[in-house]
């Protein structure tokens, strides 16, 4: 980082690392030790790193590093006071007026609970003994003003002493937030992951799930100061994953699931029955598939069982076995400023076992749709346990690829420098293969959806199938809706409503038809294009 860009960055979190290390300390002197050395580590930290997303996370991880170190140096231990009375601006003579010393500890964090002018109102009043007109001056705010805050800030004071209710909980056992995603489509920036990647941003978005909480309560909640929560909460903010409300709060605006072992054992069981359901129709699909007009579909090698993972992974999504979409979900899909516009989603850390499988077993990165400006070309894709794409995801799955593929089958793409770099990707994907020294291509491709109506020929369920697709999903909502709050009921009702398409659904129903040899085991070759299809103007030859 330049100099000068530095040099800004650290004259801003000066104050925020002092408030930090007053909260930490107990006590002035040493919070002024303390803070010295956050600035000092944070100003070489900012010298050496070339680009920084999220300042206030950065710098907050030092300043947790630093304090961390500075535990095990401290030696001693100074009083700080205030004369809530008298107003004293003399701190030694206030600290003869405390009995105990825990007492002065506990109010040093009350002042790092203070609104950022209360804070700074208090330091100046008691700490640099201003007067309040020069405090006014310094400020730019009238001395009735200052008075005011002095008030405002003492009372706030008190009360915060007198408070007898535990709080802190996440400061003590902050939580970790995994399976981070989206439903819709990422921005320039990423998603979920990539805006809750510390354990700051993670931790505010759980503290205004439940509830929604000013800057100042979910600093309790973190024990942390509320400059670097008020930072953070705002960039959550302009990028949607909070929601801000009347009266200076804040509440989370990402589905945050809570999974315990009896919720886990009863959505597998419910997950299980739905999939059980769906491979009875596998017989009348396989004839829906043998009857899809061949001039119509390209299947590597003509291999029917390739063909048929596409199908049956494709299958679940038709819209017969969809929830309704609930109008208050619609507030969840966020138009996010970097043009994204999605749903997120995550769930807290647990360490629990599953009845039925390993651990991810029947993870899914679902219904991925990537459509191309340049040629009349879509494609489809579904990862699960099954394929060997890793675990790229949908970053991996990248529209310029189908672009490259397309250009590659219908014969616009050389074998020039910049061609044999696209080709090196499309022989790694597995997207095009070498057979009989000539250029194969490795995965489903159709004609395009208005032109063959892929849906259109599988089995329609019935009467008895939905119903208990509807009593699955009623089931879900009621296990899952206790895990949370009252504005994502609408999203949860959602959600549960479509349990024939979830992942985990059909990530079973896979299982289930490799297990009765309805699918066939795929070969290395063949997982790295499963589960995949084009929808293009042109079929390869």
């Not at 894709?381 to 250009?407: H, I, K, M, P, V």
Request: with cysteine; proline share 4%.
């Amino acid at each position: 980082m330049e100099k000068a860009a530095a040099d800004r960055l650290i004259c801003e979190y000066t104050k925020k690392l002092f408030g930090f290390a007053l909260a930490k300390c107990g006590n002035v002197q040493e919070a002024q030790e303390l803070s010295s050395r956050m600035v000092l580590a944070a100003y070489t930290a900012l010298l050496r790193s070339d680009r920084i997303e999220n300042p206030a996370g950065y710098i907050h991880k030092i300043a947790e590093n630093v304090y961390a170190q500075y535990v095990g140096e401290r030696k001693r231990n100074l009083h700080l006071s205030l004369d809530f009375a008298q107003g004293s601006a003399d701190f030694r003579d206030a600290a003869q007026d405390m009995i105990h010393q825990e007492s002065c500890e506990k109010l040093c964090s009350e002042i790092a609970y203070l609104s950022r002018v209360q804070r700074e109102v208090v330091m100046m009043y008691y700490y640099d003994r201003l007067t309040q007109k020069q405090i006014a001056a310094r400020l730019g705010l009238p001395v009735g003003t200052v008075k005011w805050h002095l008030f405002e800030a003492k009372k706030n004071l008190k009360e915060g002493m007198e408070m007898t209710t535990e709080k802190g909980t996440l400061g003590m056992r902050p939580i970790r937030l995994v399976n981070m995603g989206h439903s819709g489509m990422a921005g320039e920036k990423g998603d979920t992951r990539d805006f809750l990647r510390s354990a700051l941003a993670q931790n505010i978005a759980y503290a205004a799930y439940h509830q929604a909480r000013t800057v100042q309560e979910i600093a309790r909640e973190l024990n942390i100061s509320p400059d670097f929560v008020a930072d953070e909460a705002e960039y959550l903010a302009e990028y949607g994953f909070l929601d801000k409300l009347s009266g200076g709060k804040y509440q989370t605006n990402v589905y945050i699931n809570r999974i315990t072992q009896e919720i886990s054992d009863k959505a597998d069981e419910i997950a299980r029955r739905c999939a059980l359901a769906l491979a009875d129709y596998a017989p009348a699909v396989q004839e829906a598939v043998r009857a899809w007009p061949q001039e119509q579909v390209y299947t590597p090698n003509g291999d029917f069982g390739f063909l048929l993972w596409s199908a049956f992974s494709y299958w679940p999504r038709d819209k017969q076995a969809a929830a309704p979409e609930e109008p208050d979900s619609e507030r969840c899909r966020v138009k996010r400023k970097d043009g994204g516009e999605y749903i997120a989603s995550a769930q807290l850390a647990h360490e629990i076992q599953t009845p039925y499988a390993p651990p991810n077993r029947y993870a899914c990165c679902g219904d991925m749709w990537r459509g191309s400006n340049q040629y009349p070309i879509r494609a489809w894709q579904f990862n699960c346990y099954y394929d060997s794409r890793g675990r790229g995801g949908w970053r991996e799955n990248l529209y310029t690829d189908y672009e490259a593929l397309y250009e590659a089958f219908t014969g616009r793409l050389a074998k020039d420098e910049m061609g044999l770099e696209k080709y090196r990707r499309l022989y790694e994907k597995g997207y095009l293969r070498q057979e009989d020294g000539r250029d194969s291509v490795g995965i489903v491709v159709m004609t395009q959806e208005d032109g063959f109506d892929l849906a259109a020929g599988y089995p329609l369920l019935s009467a008895q199938t939905l119903a208990l697709g509807e009593e699955c999903g009623e089931m879900l909502f009621r296990l899952y809706k206790t895990q949370h709050p009252a504005h994502m009921h609408a999203l949860c009702k959602m959600w549960s409503g479509s349990c024939f398409c979830s992942n985990e659904v059909r990530a079973r129903l896979l299982e289930i038809l490799v297990n009765r040899g309805v699918l066939p085991q795929p070969s290395e070759q063949q997982k790295r294009g499963l589960n995949t299809i084009l929808f293009s103007g042109t079929l390869p030859e």
